[in-house]
C-alpha cells in the first residue's frame, strides 16, 4: 500500500509512449492473461478450480478447457490493444501535442474493453468465426464475472454452495487493482473534462480532492463487509447450534476486517500528504510523514502475516512445535502441491517484498521513483504481479481445505448435513 502523489507537470518520455488509459488497459489485460495461466498450472497439479469457485462444467468432452477460453478471451482483448498502441505511436510519433490531441484512441479501447465484457455473444459472432469460436465460448465465463462483479460490488458474499470463494477471490483481486481503478476513474475525468486530455500528465485531484482516494478504499471496503458478514454468519450459526463452547466464535472474520480497515488510514494519510495546505495545519510535514510510514509499515506486516499463516495455511508464524513438525518442511504444511519446498520459501519472501514496495520512499537514491508516472506503473503491475502468485498457493489452500480437512483452528462452513464453515479464514 502506498500513495500516488502528484507528478511532473510536463509529459514525460514514459508517458508519451503509455499514456494513462492505455497503462489501465494493459493491466486490466494481464490480469485476464494471468488469470488463464492461474487455471491451467492448478488444473495441471490436479486442483479443479472451476468446481472451488462453483462454476459450472464444461457440457462436453470436446468443449475447450476454462484456461483455454480464457487465453481465448485474453487474445481477443490483446489484439485490439496492440494496434490500437500501434497506431497511436504511428500518428504521434512522440510529440507532446500529437498525444494530447489524439487522446480518442485510447478511449476508444477502453469503450470497446468494455463492450467486450459486457455486451451478449450474439452482437460479436463475426468476431467468433474470426477467433475459432474464441469469445462465443467465453459467454458463460463473462456472465458469471459480471454477475460475481455485481454482487461484490457491493460487499455482498454468496452463500458456501452458491460460490463464496469465488466472491472472496474477485474480492481480493480488486484490492490489487485499487489503483489501477483510480486511474481508469482519472483518465475518463481527464476525457470528460473540459482544457484537459487524458493522455496528458494524469491529474490525480480531477473530480476533487477527495474521490480519488474514495475510490481506491472501495475495494478494502467490499472485503471489508464481506469479513463482517461472515462473522454475522457464524454468530447466527451459533445461536441456531445452540452457542457449542467447541465452535469458533467468528473472531479471526474480525481480524481479517482489521486487516482491510488498516489500509484506510495510508489512504486517507497518503491523500494528506499531496495536499501541501494540510501540512502546516496539522501535525506539520515530518509528522505527517512518520505517521504514514507506521501505517503502511503496520498494513504491509499485518497483511504479510495474514498471506503466509492464514490464506496459504503454512507454519511460518505458528509454534515452535508446529513449525517443527517432522511429517513437513519447516514452517510450511504437510501437503505441497509445489513439490520442492524451496519454491514456497522463495514466494514467502517475494510476498513480503513486494508488499513493501512503498519502502522505496525511504532510500535517498530511489525515493522520487513513486513520483514518476513510470514509477506508479511499475508499482501497479507488480501489485498485480504479486496477487497473480497469491492466487495460486490460496487456491491450494482451500483445495486442502475441501478435500483433506480444514487447517488448524479452522472452523468449516456451508455444509449444512456436515459442519458449517462460517468461520473459515479468508
Request: glycine share 8%.
Amino acid at each position: 500500500m502506498d500513495d500516488d502523489p502528484a507528478v511532473e507537470p510536463e509529459l514525460d518520455t514514459f508517458s508519451l509512449l503509455l499514456p494513462l488509459p492505455y497503462r489501465v488497459a494493459l493491466i486490466i489485460v494481464l490480469g485476464v492473461w494471468a488469470w488463464g495461466a492461474n487455471l491451467q498450472y492448478l488444473s495441471q497439479l490436479g486442483i479443479d478450480v472451476p468446481a472451488l469457485i462453483r462454476y459450472p462444467s464444461r457440457t462436453s468432452h470436446t468443449a475447450p478447457t476454462h484456461a483455454l477460453s480464457t487465453h481465448r478471451l485474453a487474445i481477443l482483448l490483446t489484439l485490439p490493444l496492440l494496434a490500437s498502441l500501434l497506431l497511436f505511436w504511428t500518428l504521434t510519433q512522440l510529440s507532446p501535442s500529437l498525444v494530447l490531441r489524439y487522446e480518442l484512441l485510447p478511449a476508444s479501447y477502453l469503450l470497446l474493453l468494455l463492450i467486450l465484457f459486457v455486451l451478449p455473444t450474439g452482437s460479436f459472432r463475426w468476431l467468433g468465426s474470426l477467433s475459432n469460436g474464441a469469445y462465443k465460448l467465453s459467454h458463460t465465463g463473462r456472465y458469471r464475472t459480471l454477475a460475481v462483479l455485481k454482487r461484490v460490488s457491493v460487499g455482498g458474499l454468496a452463500e458456501p454452495q452458491d460460490g463464496r470463494f469465488g466472491d472472496i477471490l474477485m474480492a481480493d483481486v480488486l484490492t490489487s487493482y485499487a489503483k489501477v481503478l483510480g486511474d481508469l476513474f482519472v483518465a475518463l475525468c481527464m476525457f470528460f473534462a473540459s482544457g484537459k486530455s487524458s493522455t496528458g500528465m494524469p491529474d490525480r485531484g480531477c473530480g476533487g480532492r477527495v474521490l480519488v482516494p474514495l475510490i481506491i478504499a472501495v475495494p478494502s471496503v467490499i472485503r471489508l463487509r464481506q469479513c463482517l458478514i461472515e462473522f454475522l454468519r457464524v454468530r447466527e450459526s451459533n445461536r441456531k447450534m445452540g452457542d457449542d463452547p467447541t465452535r469458533g466464535w467468528g473472531g479471526q472474520h474480525l481480524a481479517n476486517a482489521a486487516k482491510y480497515a488498516s489500509a484506510f488510514p495510508v489512504i486517507i494519510l497518503s491523500a494528506l500528504q499531496r495536499e501541501k495546505m494540510a501540512r502546516g495545519d496539522w501535525i506539520g510535514e515530518v509528522g505527517l510523514y512518520r505517521l504514514w510510514v507506521f501505517s503502511v509499515f503496520l498494513n504491509s506486516l499485518y497483511s504479510f502475516y495474514w498471506d503466509v499463516a492464514k490464506d496459504w495455511d503454512l507454519t511460518l508464524f505458528s509454534s515452535e512445535n508446529e513449525r517443527s513438525d517432522p511429517e513437513h518442511a519447516w514452517g510450511l504444511r504437510r501437503i505441497l502441491y509445489f513439490r520442492n519446498p524451496i519454491f514456497y520459501y522463495f514466494v514467502i519472501g517475494l510476498d513480503l517484498v513486494l508488499r513493501c514496495t512503498w519502502s522505496l520512499k525511504l532510500s535517498p537514491h530511489l525515493d522520487h521513483f513513486n513520483d514518476l508516472e513510470g514509477g506508479i506503473f511499475t508499482i501497479e503491475v507488480l501489485e498485480v504481479f504479486r496477487r497473480w502468485v497469491w492466487v495460486f498457493f490460496r487456491v491450494e489452500a482451500e483445495w486442502l481445505r475441501n478435500n483433506r480437512g480444514p487447517a488448524p483452528d479452522d472452523v468449516l462452513l456451508g455444509d449444512i448435513h456436515r459442519r458449517d464453515d462460517e468461520d473459515r479464514i479468508d
